[in-house]
């Protein structure tokens, strides 16, 4: 009996590390082929993109294969095959310059388990898609010369106690927002940057405590003041050399000690976020009249918002609230705001719409390429670490511009060229942190918080 329980117990025991070995063996197997298909994905999307390069007009709605002949990539049929992997691109129009790719690879390693890897892209016709309404944003085509090492082009000092917050840029006229030691300094500087190597101070002016944001049109620059009952103010700036304080609003239903953080103006609207008070932290402002702003509605966040992005009646949030650090609001009709989605629960600074349905955020210490066309249901492309708090972000093509807090990179080049894969190009050391960016044909303008306030940036040839 011992002999034969003995026997039963080895007999079992060599079951169990046969299971174990074909167990192993199959995890192994599994992985492997994840690798391969993931590869086969990527290759996917890096097909269409050159594709995308070619000819836009191939980028056609359907589930496409691909075929690679005479050193270029070309759809064919609906799918292709790789050994027993299954491959399918699918292409679906976002609006007229836009399209979402999926790839997506197949394949089924045994008759009861179909397995799959998919990635997801969107790609923009940069030839001839109109810039999006970004702050100064008027550069025309895409970016050009080699971002992987930039240049300092030129650079203007504000000044001892004076520190840069944002800024904006029309057609190489620099409107700067600042942090001013003492109330008598000023807050305001315009800078012409016609000559970029040669750029200097034309004119100033001090509106009070001190600015956190700016956004200027032609005529007039609308900036958030950090007086609580002069939150937006509107600085009539037709005359470079006499900027001159119009109007100072007092946003409505606010309690406590409000400052405006945050700025982006639209269409005769000025879009302004403030810090957390008792009441609404959002308010949209009719600016036809520049001299007389008046409400046309607000929303409680119950907290800060650190940067505002407006398209196609949307409001984009960056915001401080736990679960909210995207929010989504519908913005049609002012005086009825919505909320129509919200994610993240980190701190966000930055916000910029690339495009309606891609956006670029900067949560905490990294930049997130998101997929918000359904706000209600906001996805994460893809993700990469800047090392610390990202402050502003600009974009144009396949690159973004970031203005951060590290110490080592405050301003950073970032490669979007894949949705699901940004990488960093290039970097910056500045003195101080970088605190907000903008980009005009082929120039990237970053405000610093230092008296060397500014710095221009552009690629050699």
């Known amino acids: 009996m011992e ?161 840069a917050t944002d800024l904006d840029v029309i057609s190489s006229i620099i409107y700067m927002s600042a942090e001013a030691a003492a109330t008598a300094k000023p807050d305001f500087f315009i800078i012409d940057a016609t000559n970029g190597q040669n750029p200097f101070i034309v ?73 957390k008070v008792i009441g609404p932290e959002f308010h949209i402002i009719d600016v036809s009249n520049p001299a007389s702003p008046t409400n046309l509605g607000s929303y409680e966040v119950n907290d800060n918002i650190n940067d505002i992005y407006v398209r196609d009646n949307k409001a984009y949030l960056a915001t401080d609230l736990g679960n909210a650090g995207l929010m989504v609001l519908n913005v049609s009709n002012p005086a009825e705001i919505t909320l129509l989605g919200q994610k993240y629960s980190v701190d966000t600074n930055a916000v910029y719409v690339e495009n309606p349905a891609v956006l670029l955020l900067g949560p905490a210490q990294d930049i997130y390429i998101v997929e918000a066309s359904n706000p209600s249901d906001i996805i994460t492309l893809g993700t990469l670490s800047i090392g610390d708090v990202v402050n502003d972000i600009a974009s144009r093509g396949n690159l973004a511009f970031i203005a951060s807090s590290n110490s080592n990179r405050e301003f950073q080049v970032v490669s979007i060229a894949s949705s699901t894969n940004p990488t960093l190009w290039s970097s910056f050391n500045f003195p101080q942190v970088a605190t907000g960016i903008d980009y005009e044909n082929n120039l990237v303008y970053v405000a610093v918080r230092s008296n060397d306030a500014l710095r221009i940036i552009t690629s050699p040839p």
């Open 3 to 163: 002999i034969m329980i003995g026997l039963a117990l080895i007999v079992l025991g060599i079951g169990s590390a046969t299971i174990l070995v074909f167990g192993g063996q199959k995890i192994l197997i599994d992985r492997g082929n994840a690798i391969q298909a993931r590869n086969l994905a990527e290759e996917g999307l890096d097909a269409a993109r050159s594709i995308r390069e070619r000819d836009w007009s191939e980028l056609t709605d359907g589930e496409h294969g691909l075929v690679f002949g005479t050193s270029s990539w070309a759809f064919s049929s609906s799918s292709d095959t790789d050994g027993f992997f299954t491959r399918k691109i699918v292409i679906t129009t976002q609006d007229e310059n836009t399209k979402k790719v999926e790839s997506k690879t197949t394949w089924i390693p045994d008759p009861l388990r179909t397995l799959n890897v998919e990635l997801v892209t969107f790609l923009t016709n940069w030839e001839n898609a109109t810039p999006p309404p970004d702050p100064g944003d008027t550069g025309s085509g895409g970016t050009s010369g080699d971002w992987q090492n930039p240049q300092t082009l030129g650079s203007v000092d504000l000044g001892p106690g004076n520190s």
């Open 203 to 275: 004119s100033s002016l001090n509106t009070g405590p001190s600015l956190n944001a700016i956004d200027a049109t032609v005529n007039y620059a609308y900036v958030a003041n950090r007086q609580a009952d002069a939150e937006l103010q509107i600085i009539d700036i037709s005359n470079l050399l006499n900027p001159t304080l119009i109007a100072s609003y007092a946003a409505p239903g606010v309690s406590g000690s409000s400052r405006g953080e945050t700025i982006f103006y639209s269409g005769d609207k000025v879009y302004l976020g403030l810090n």
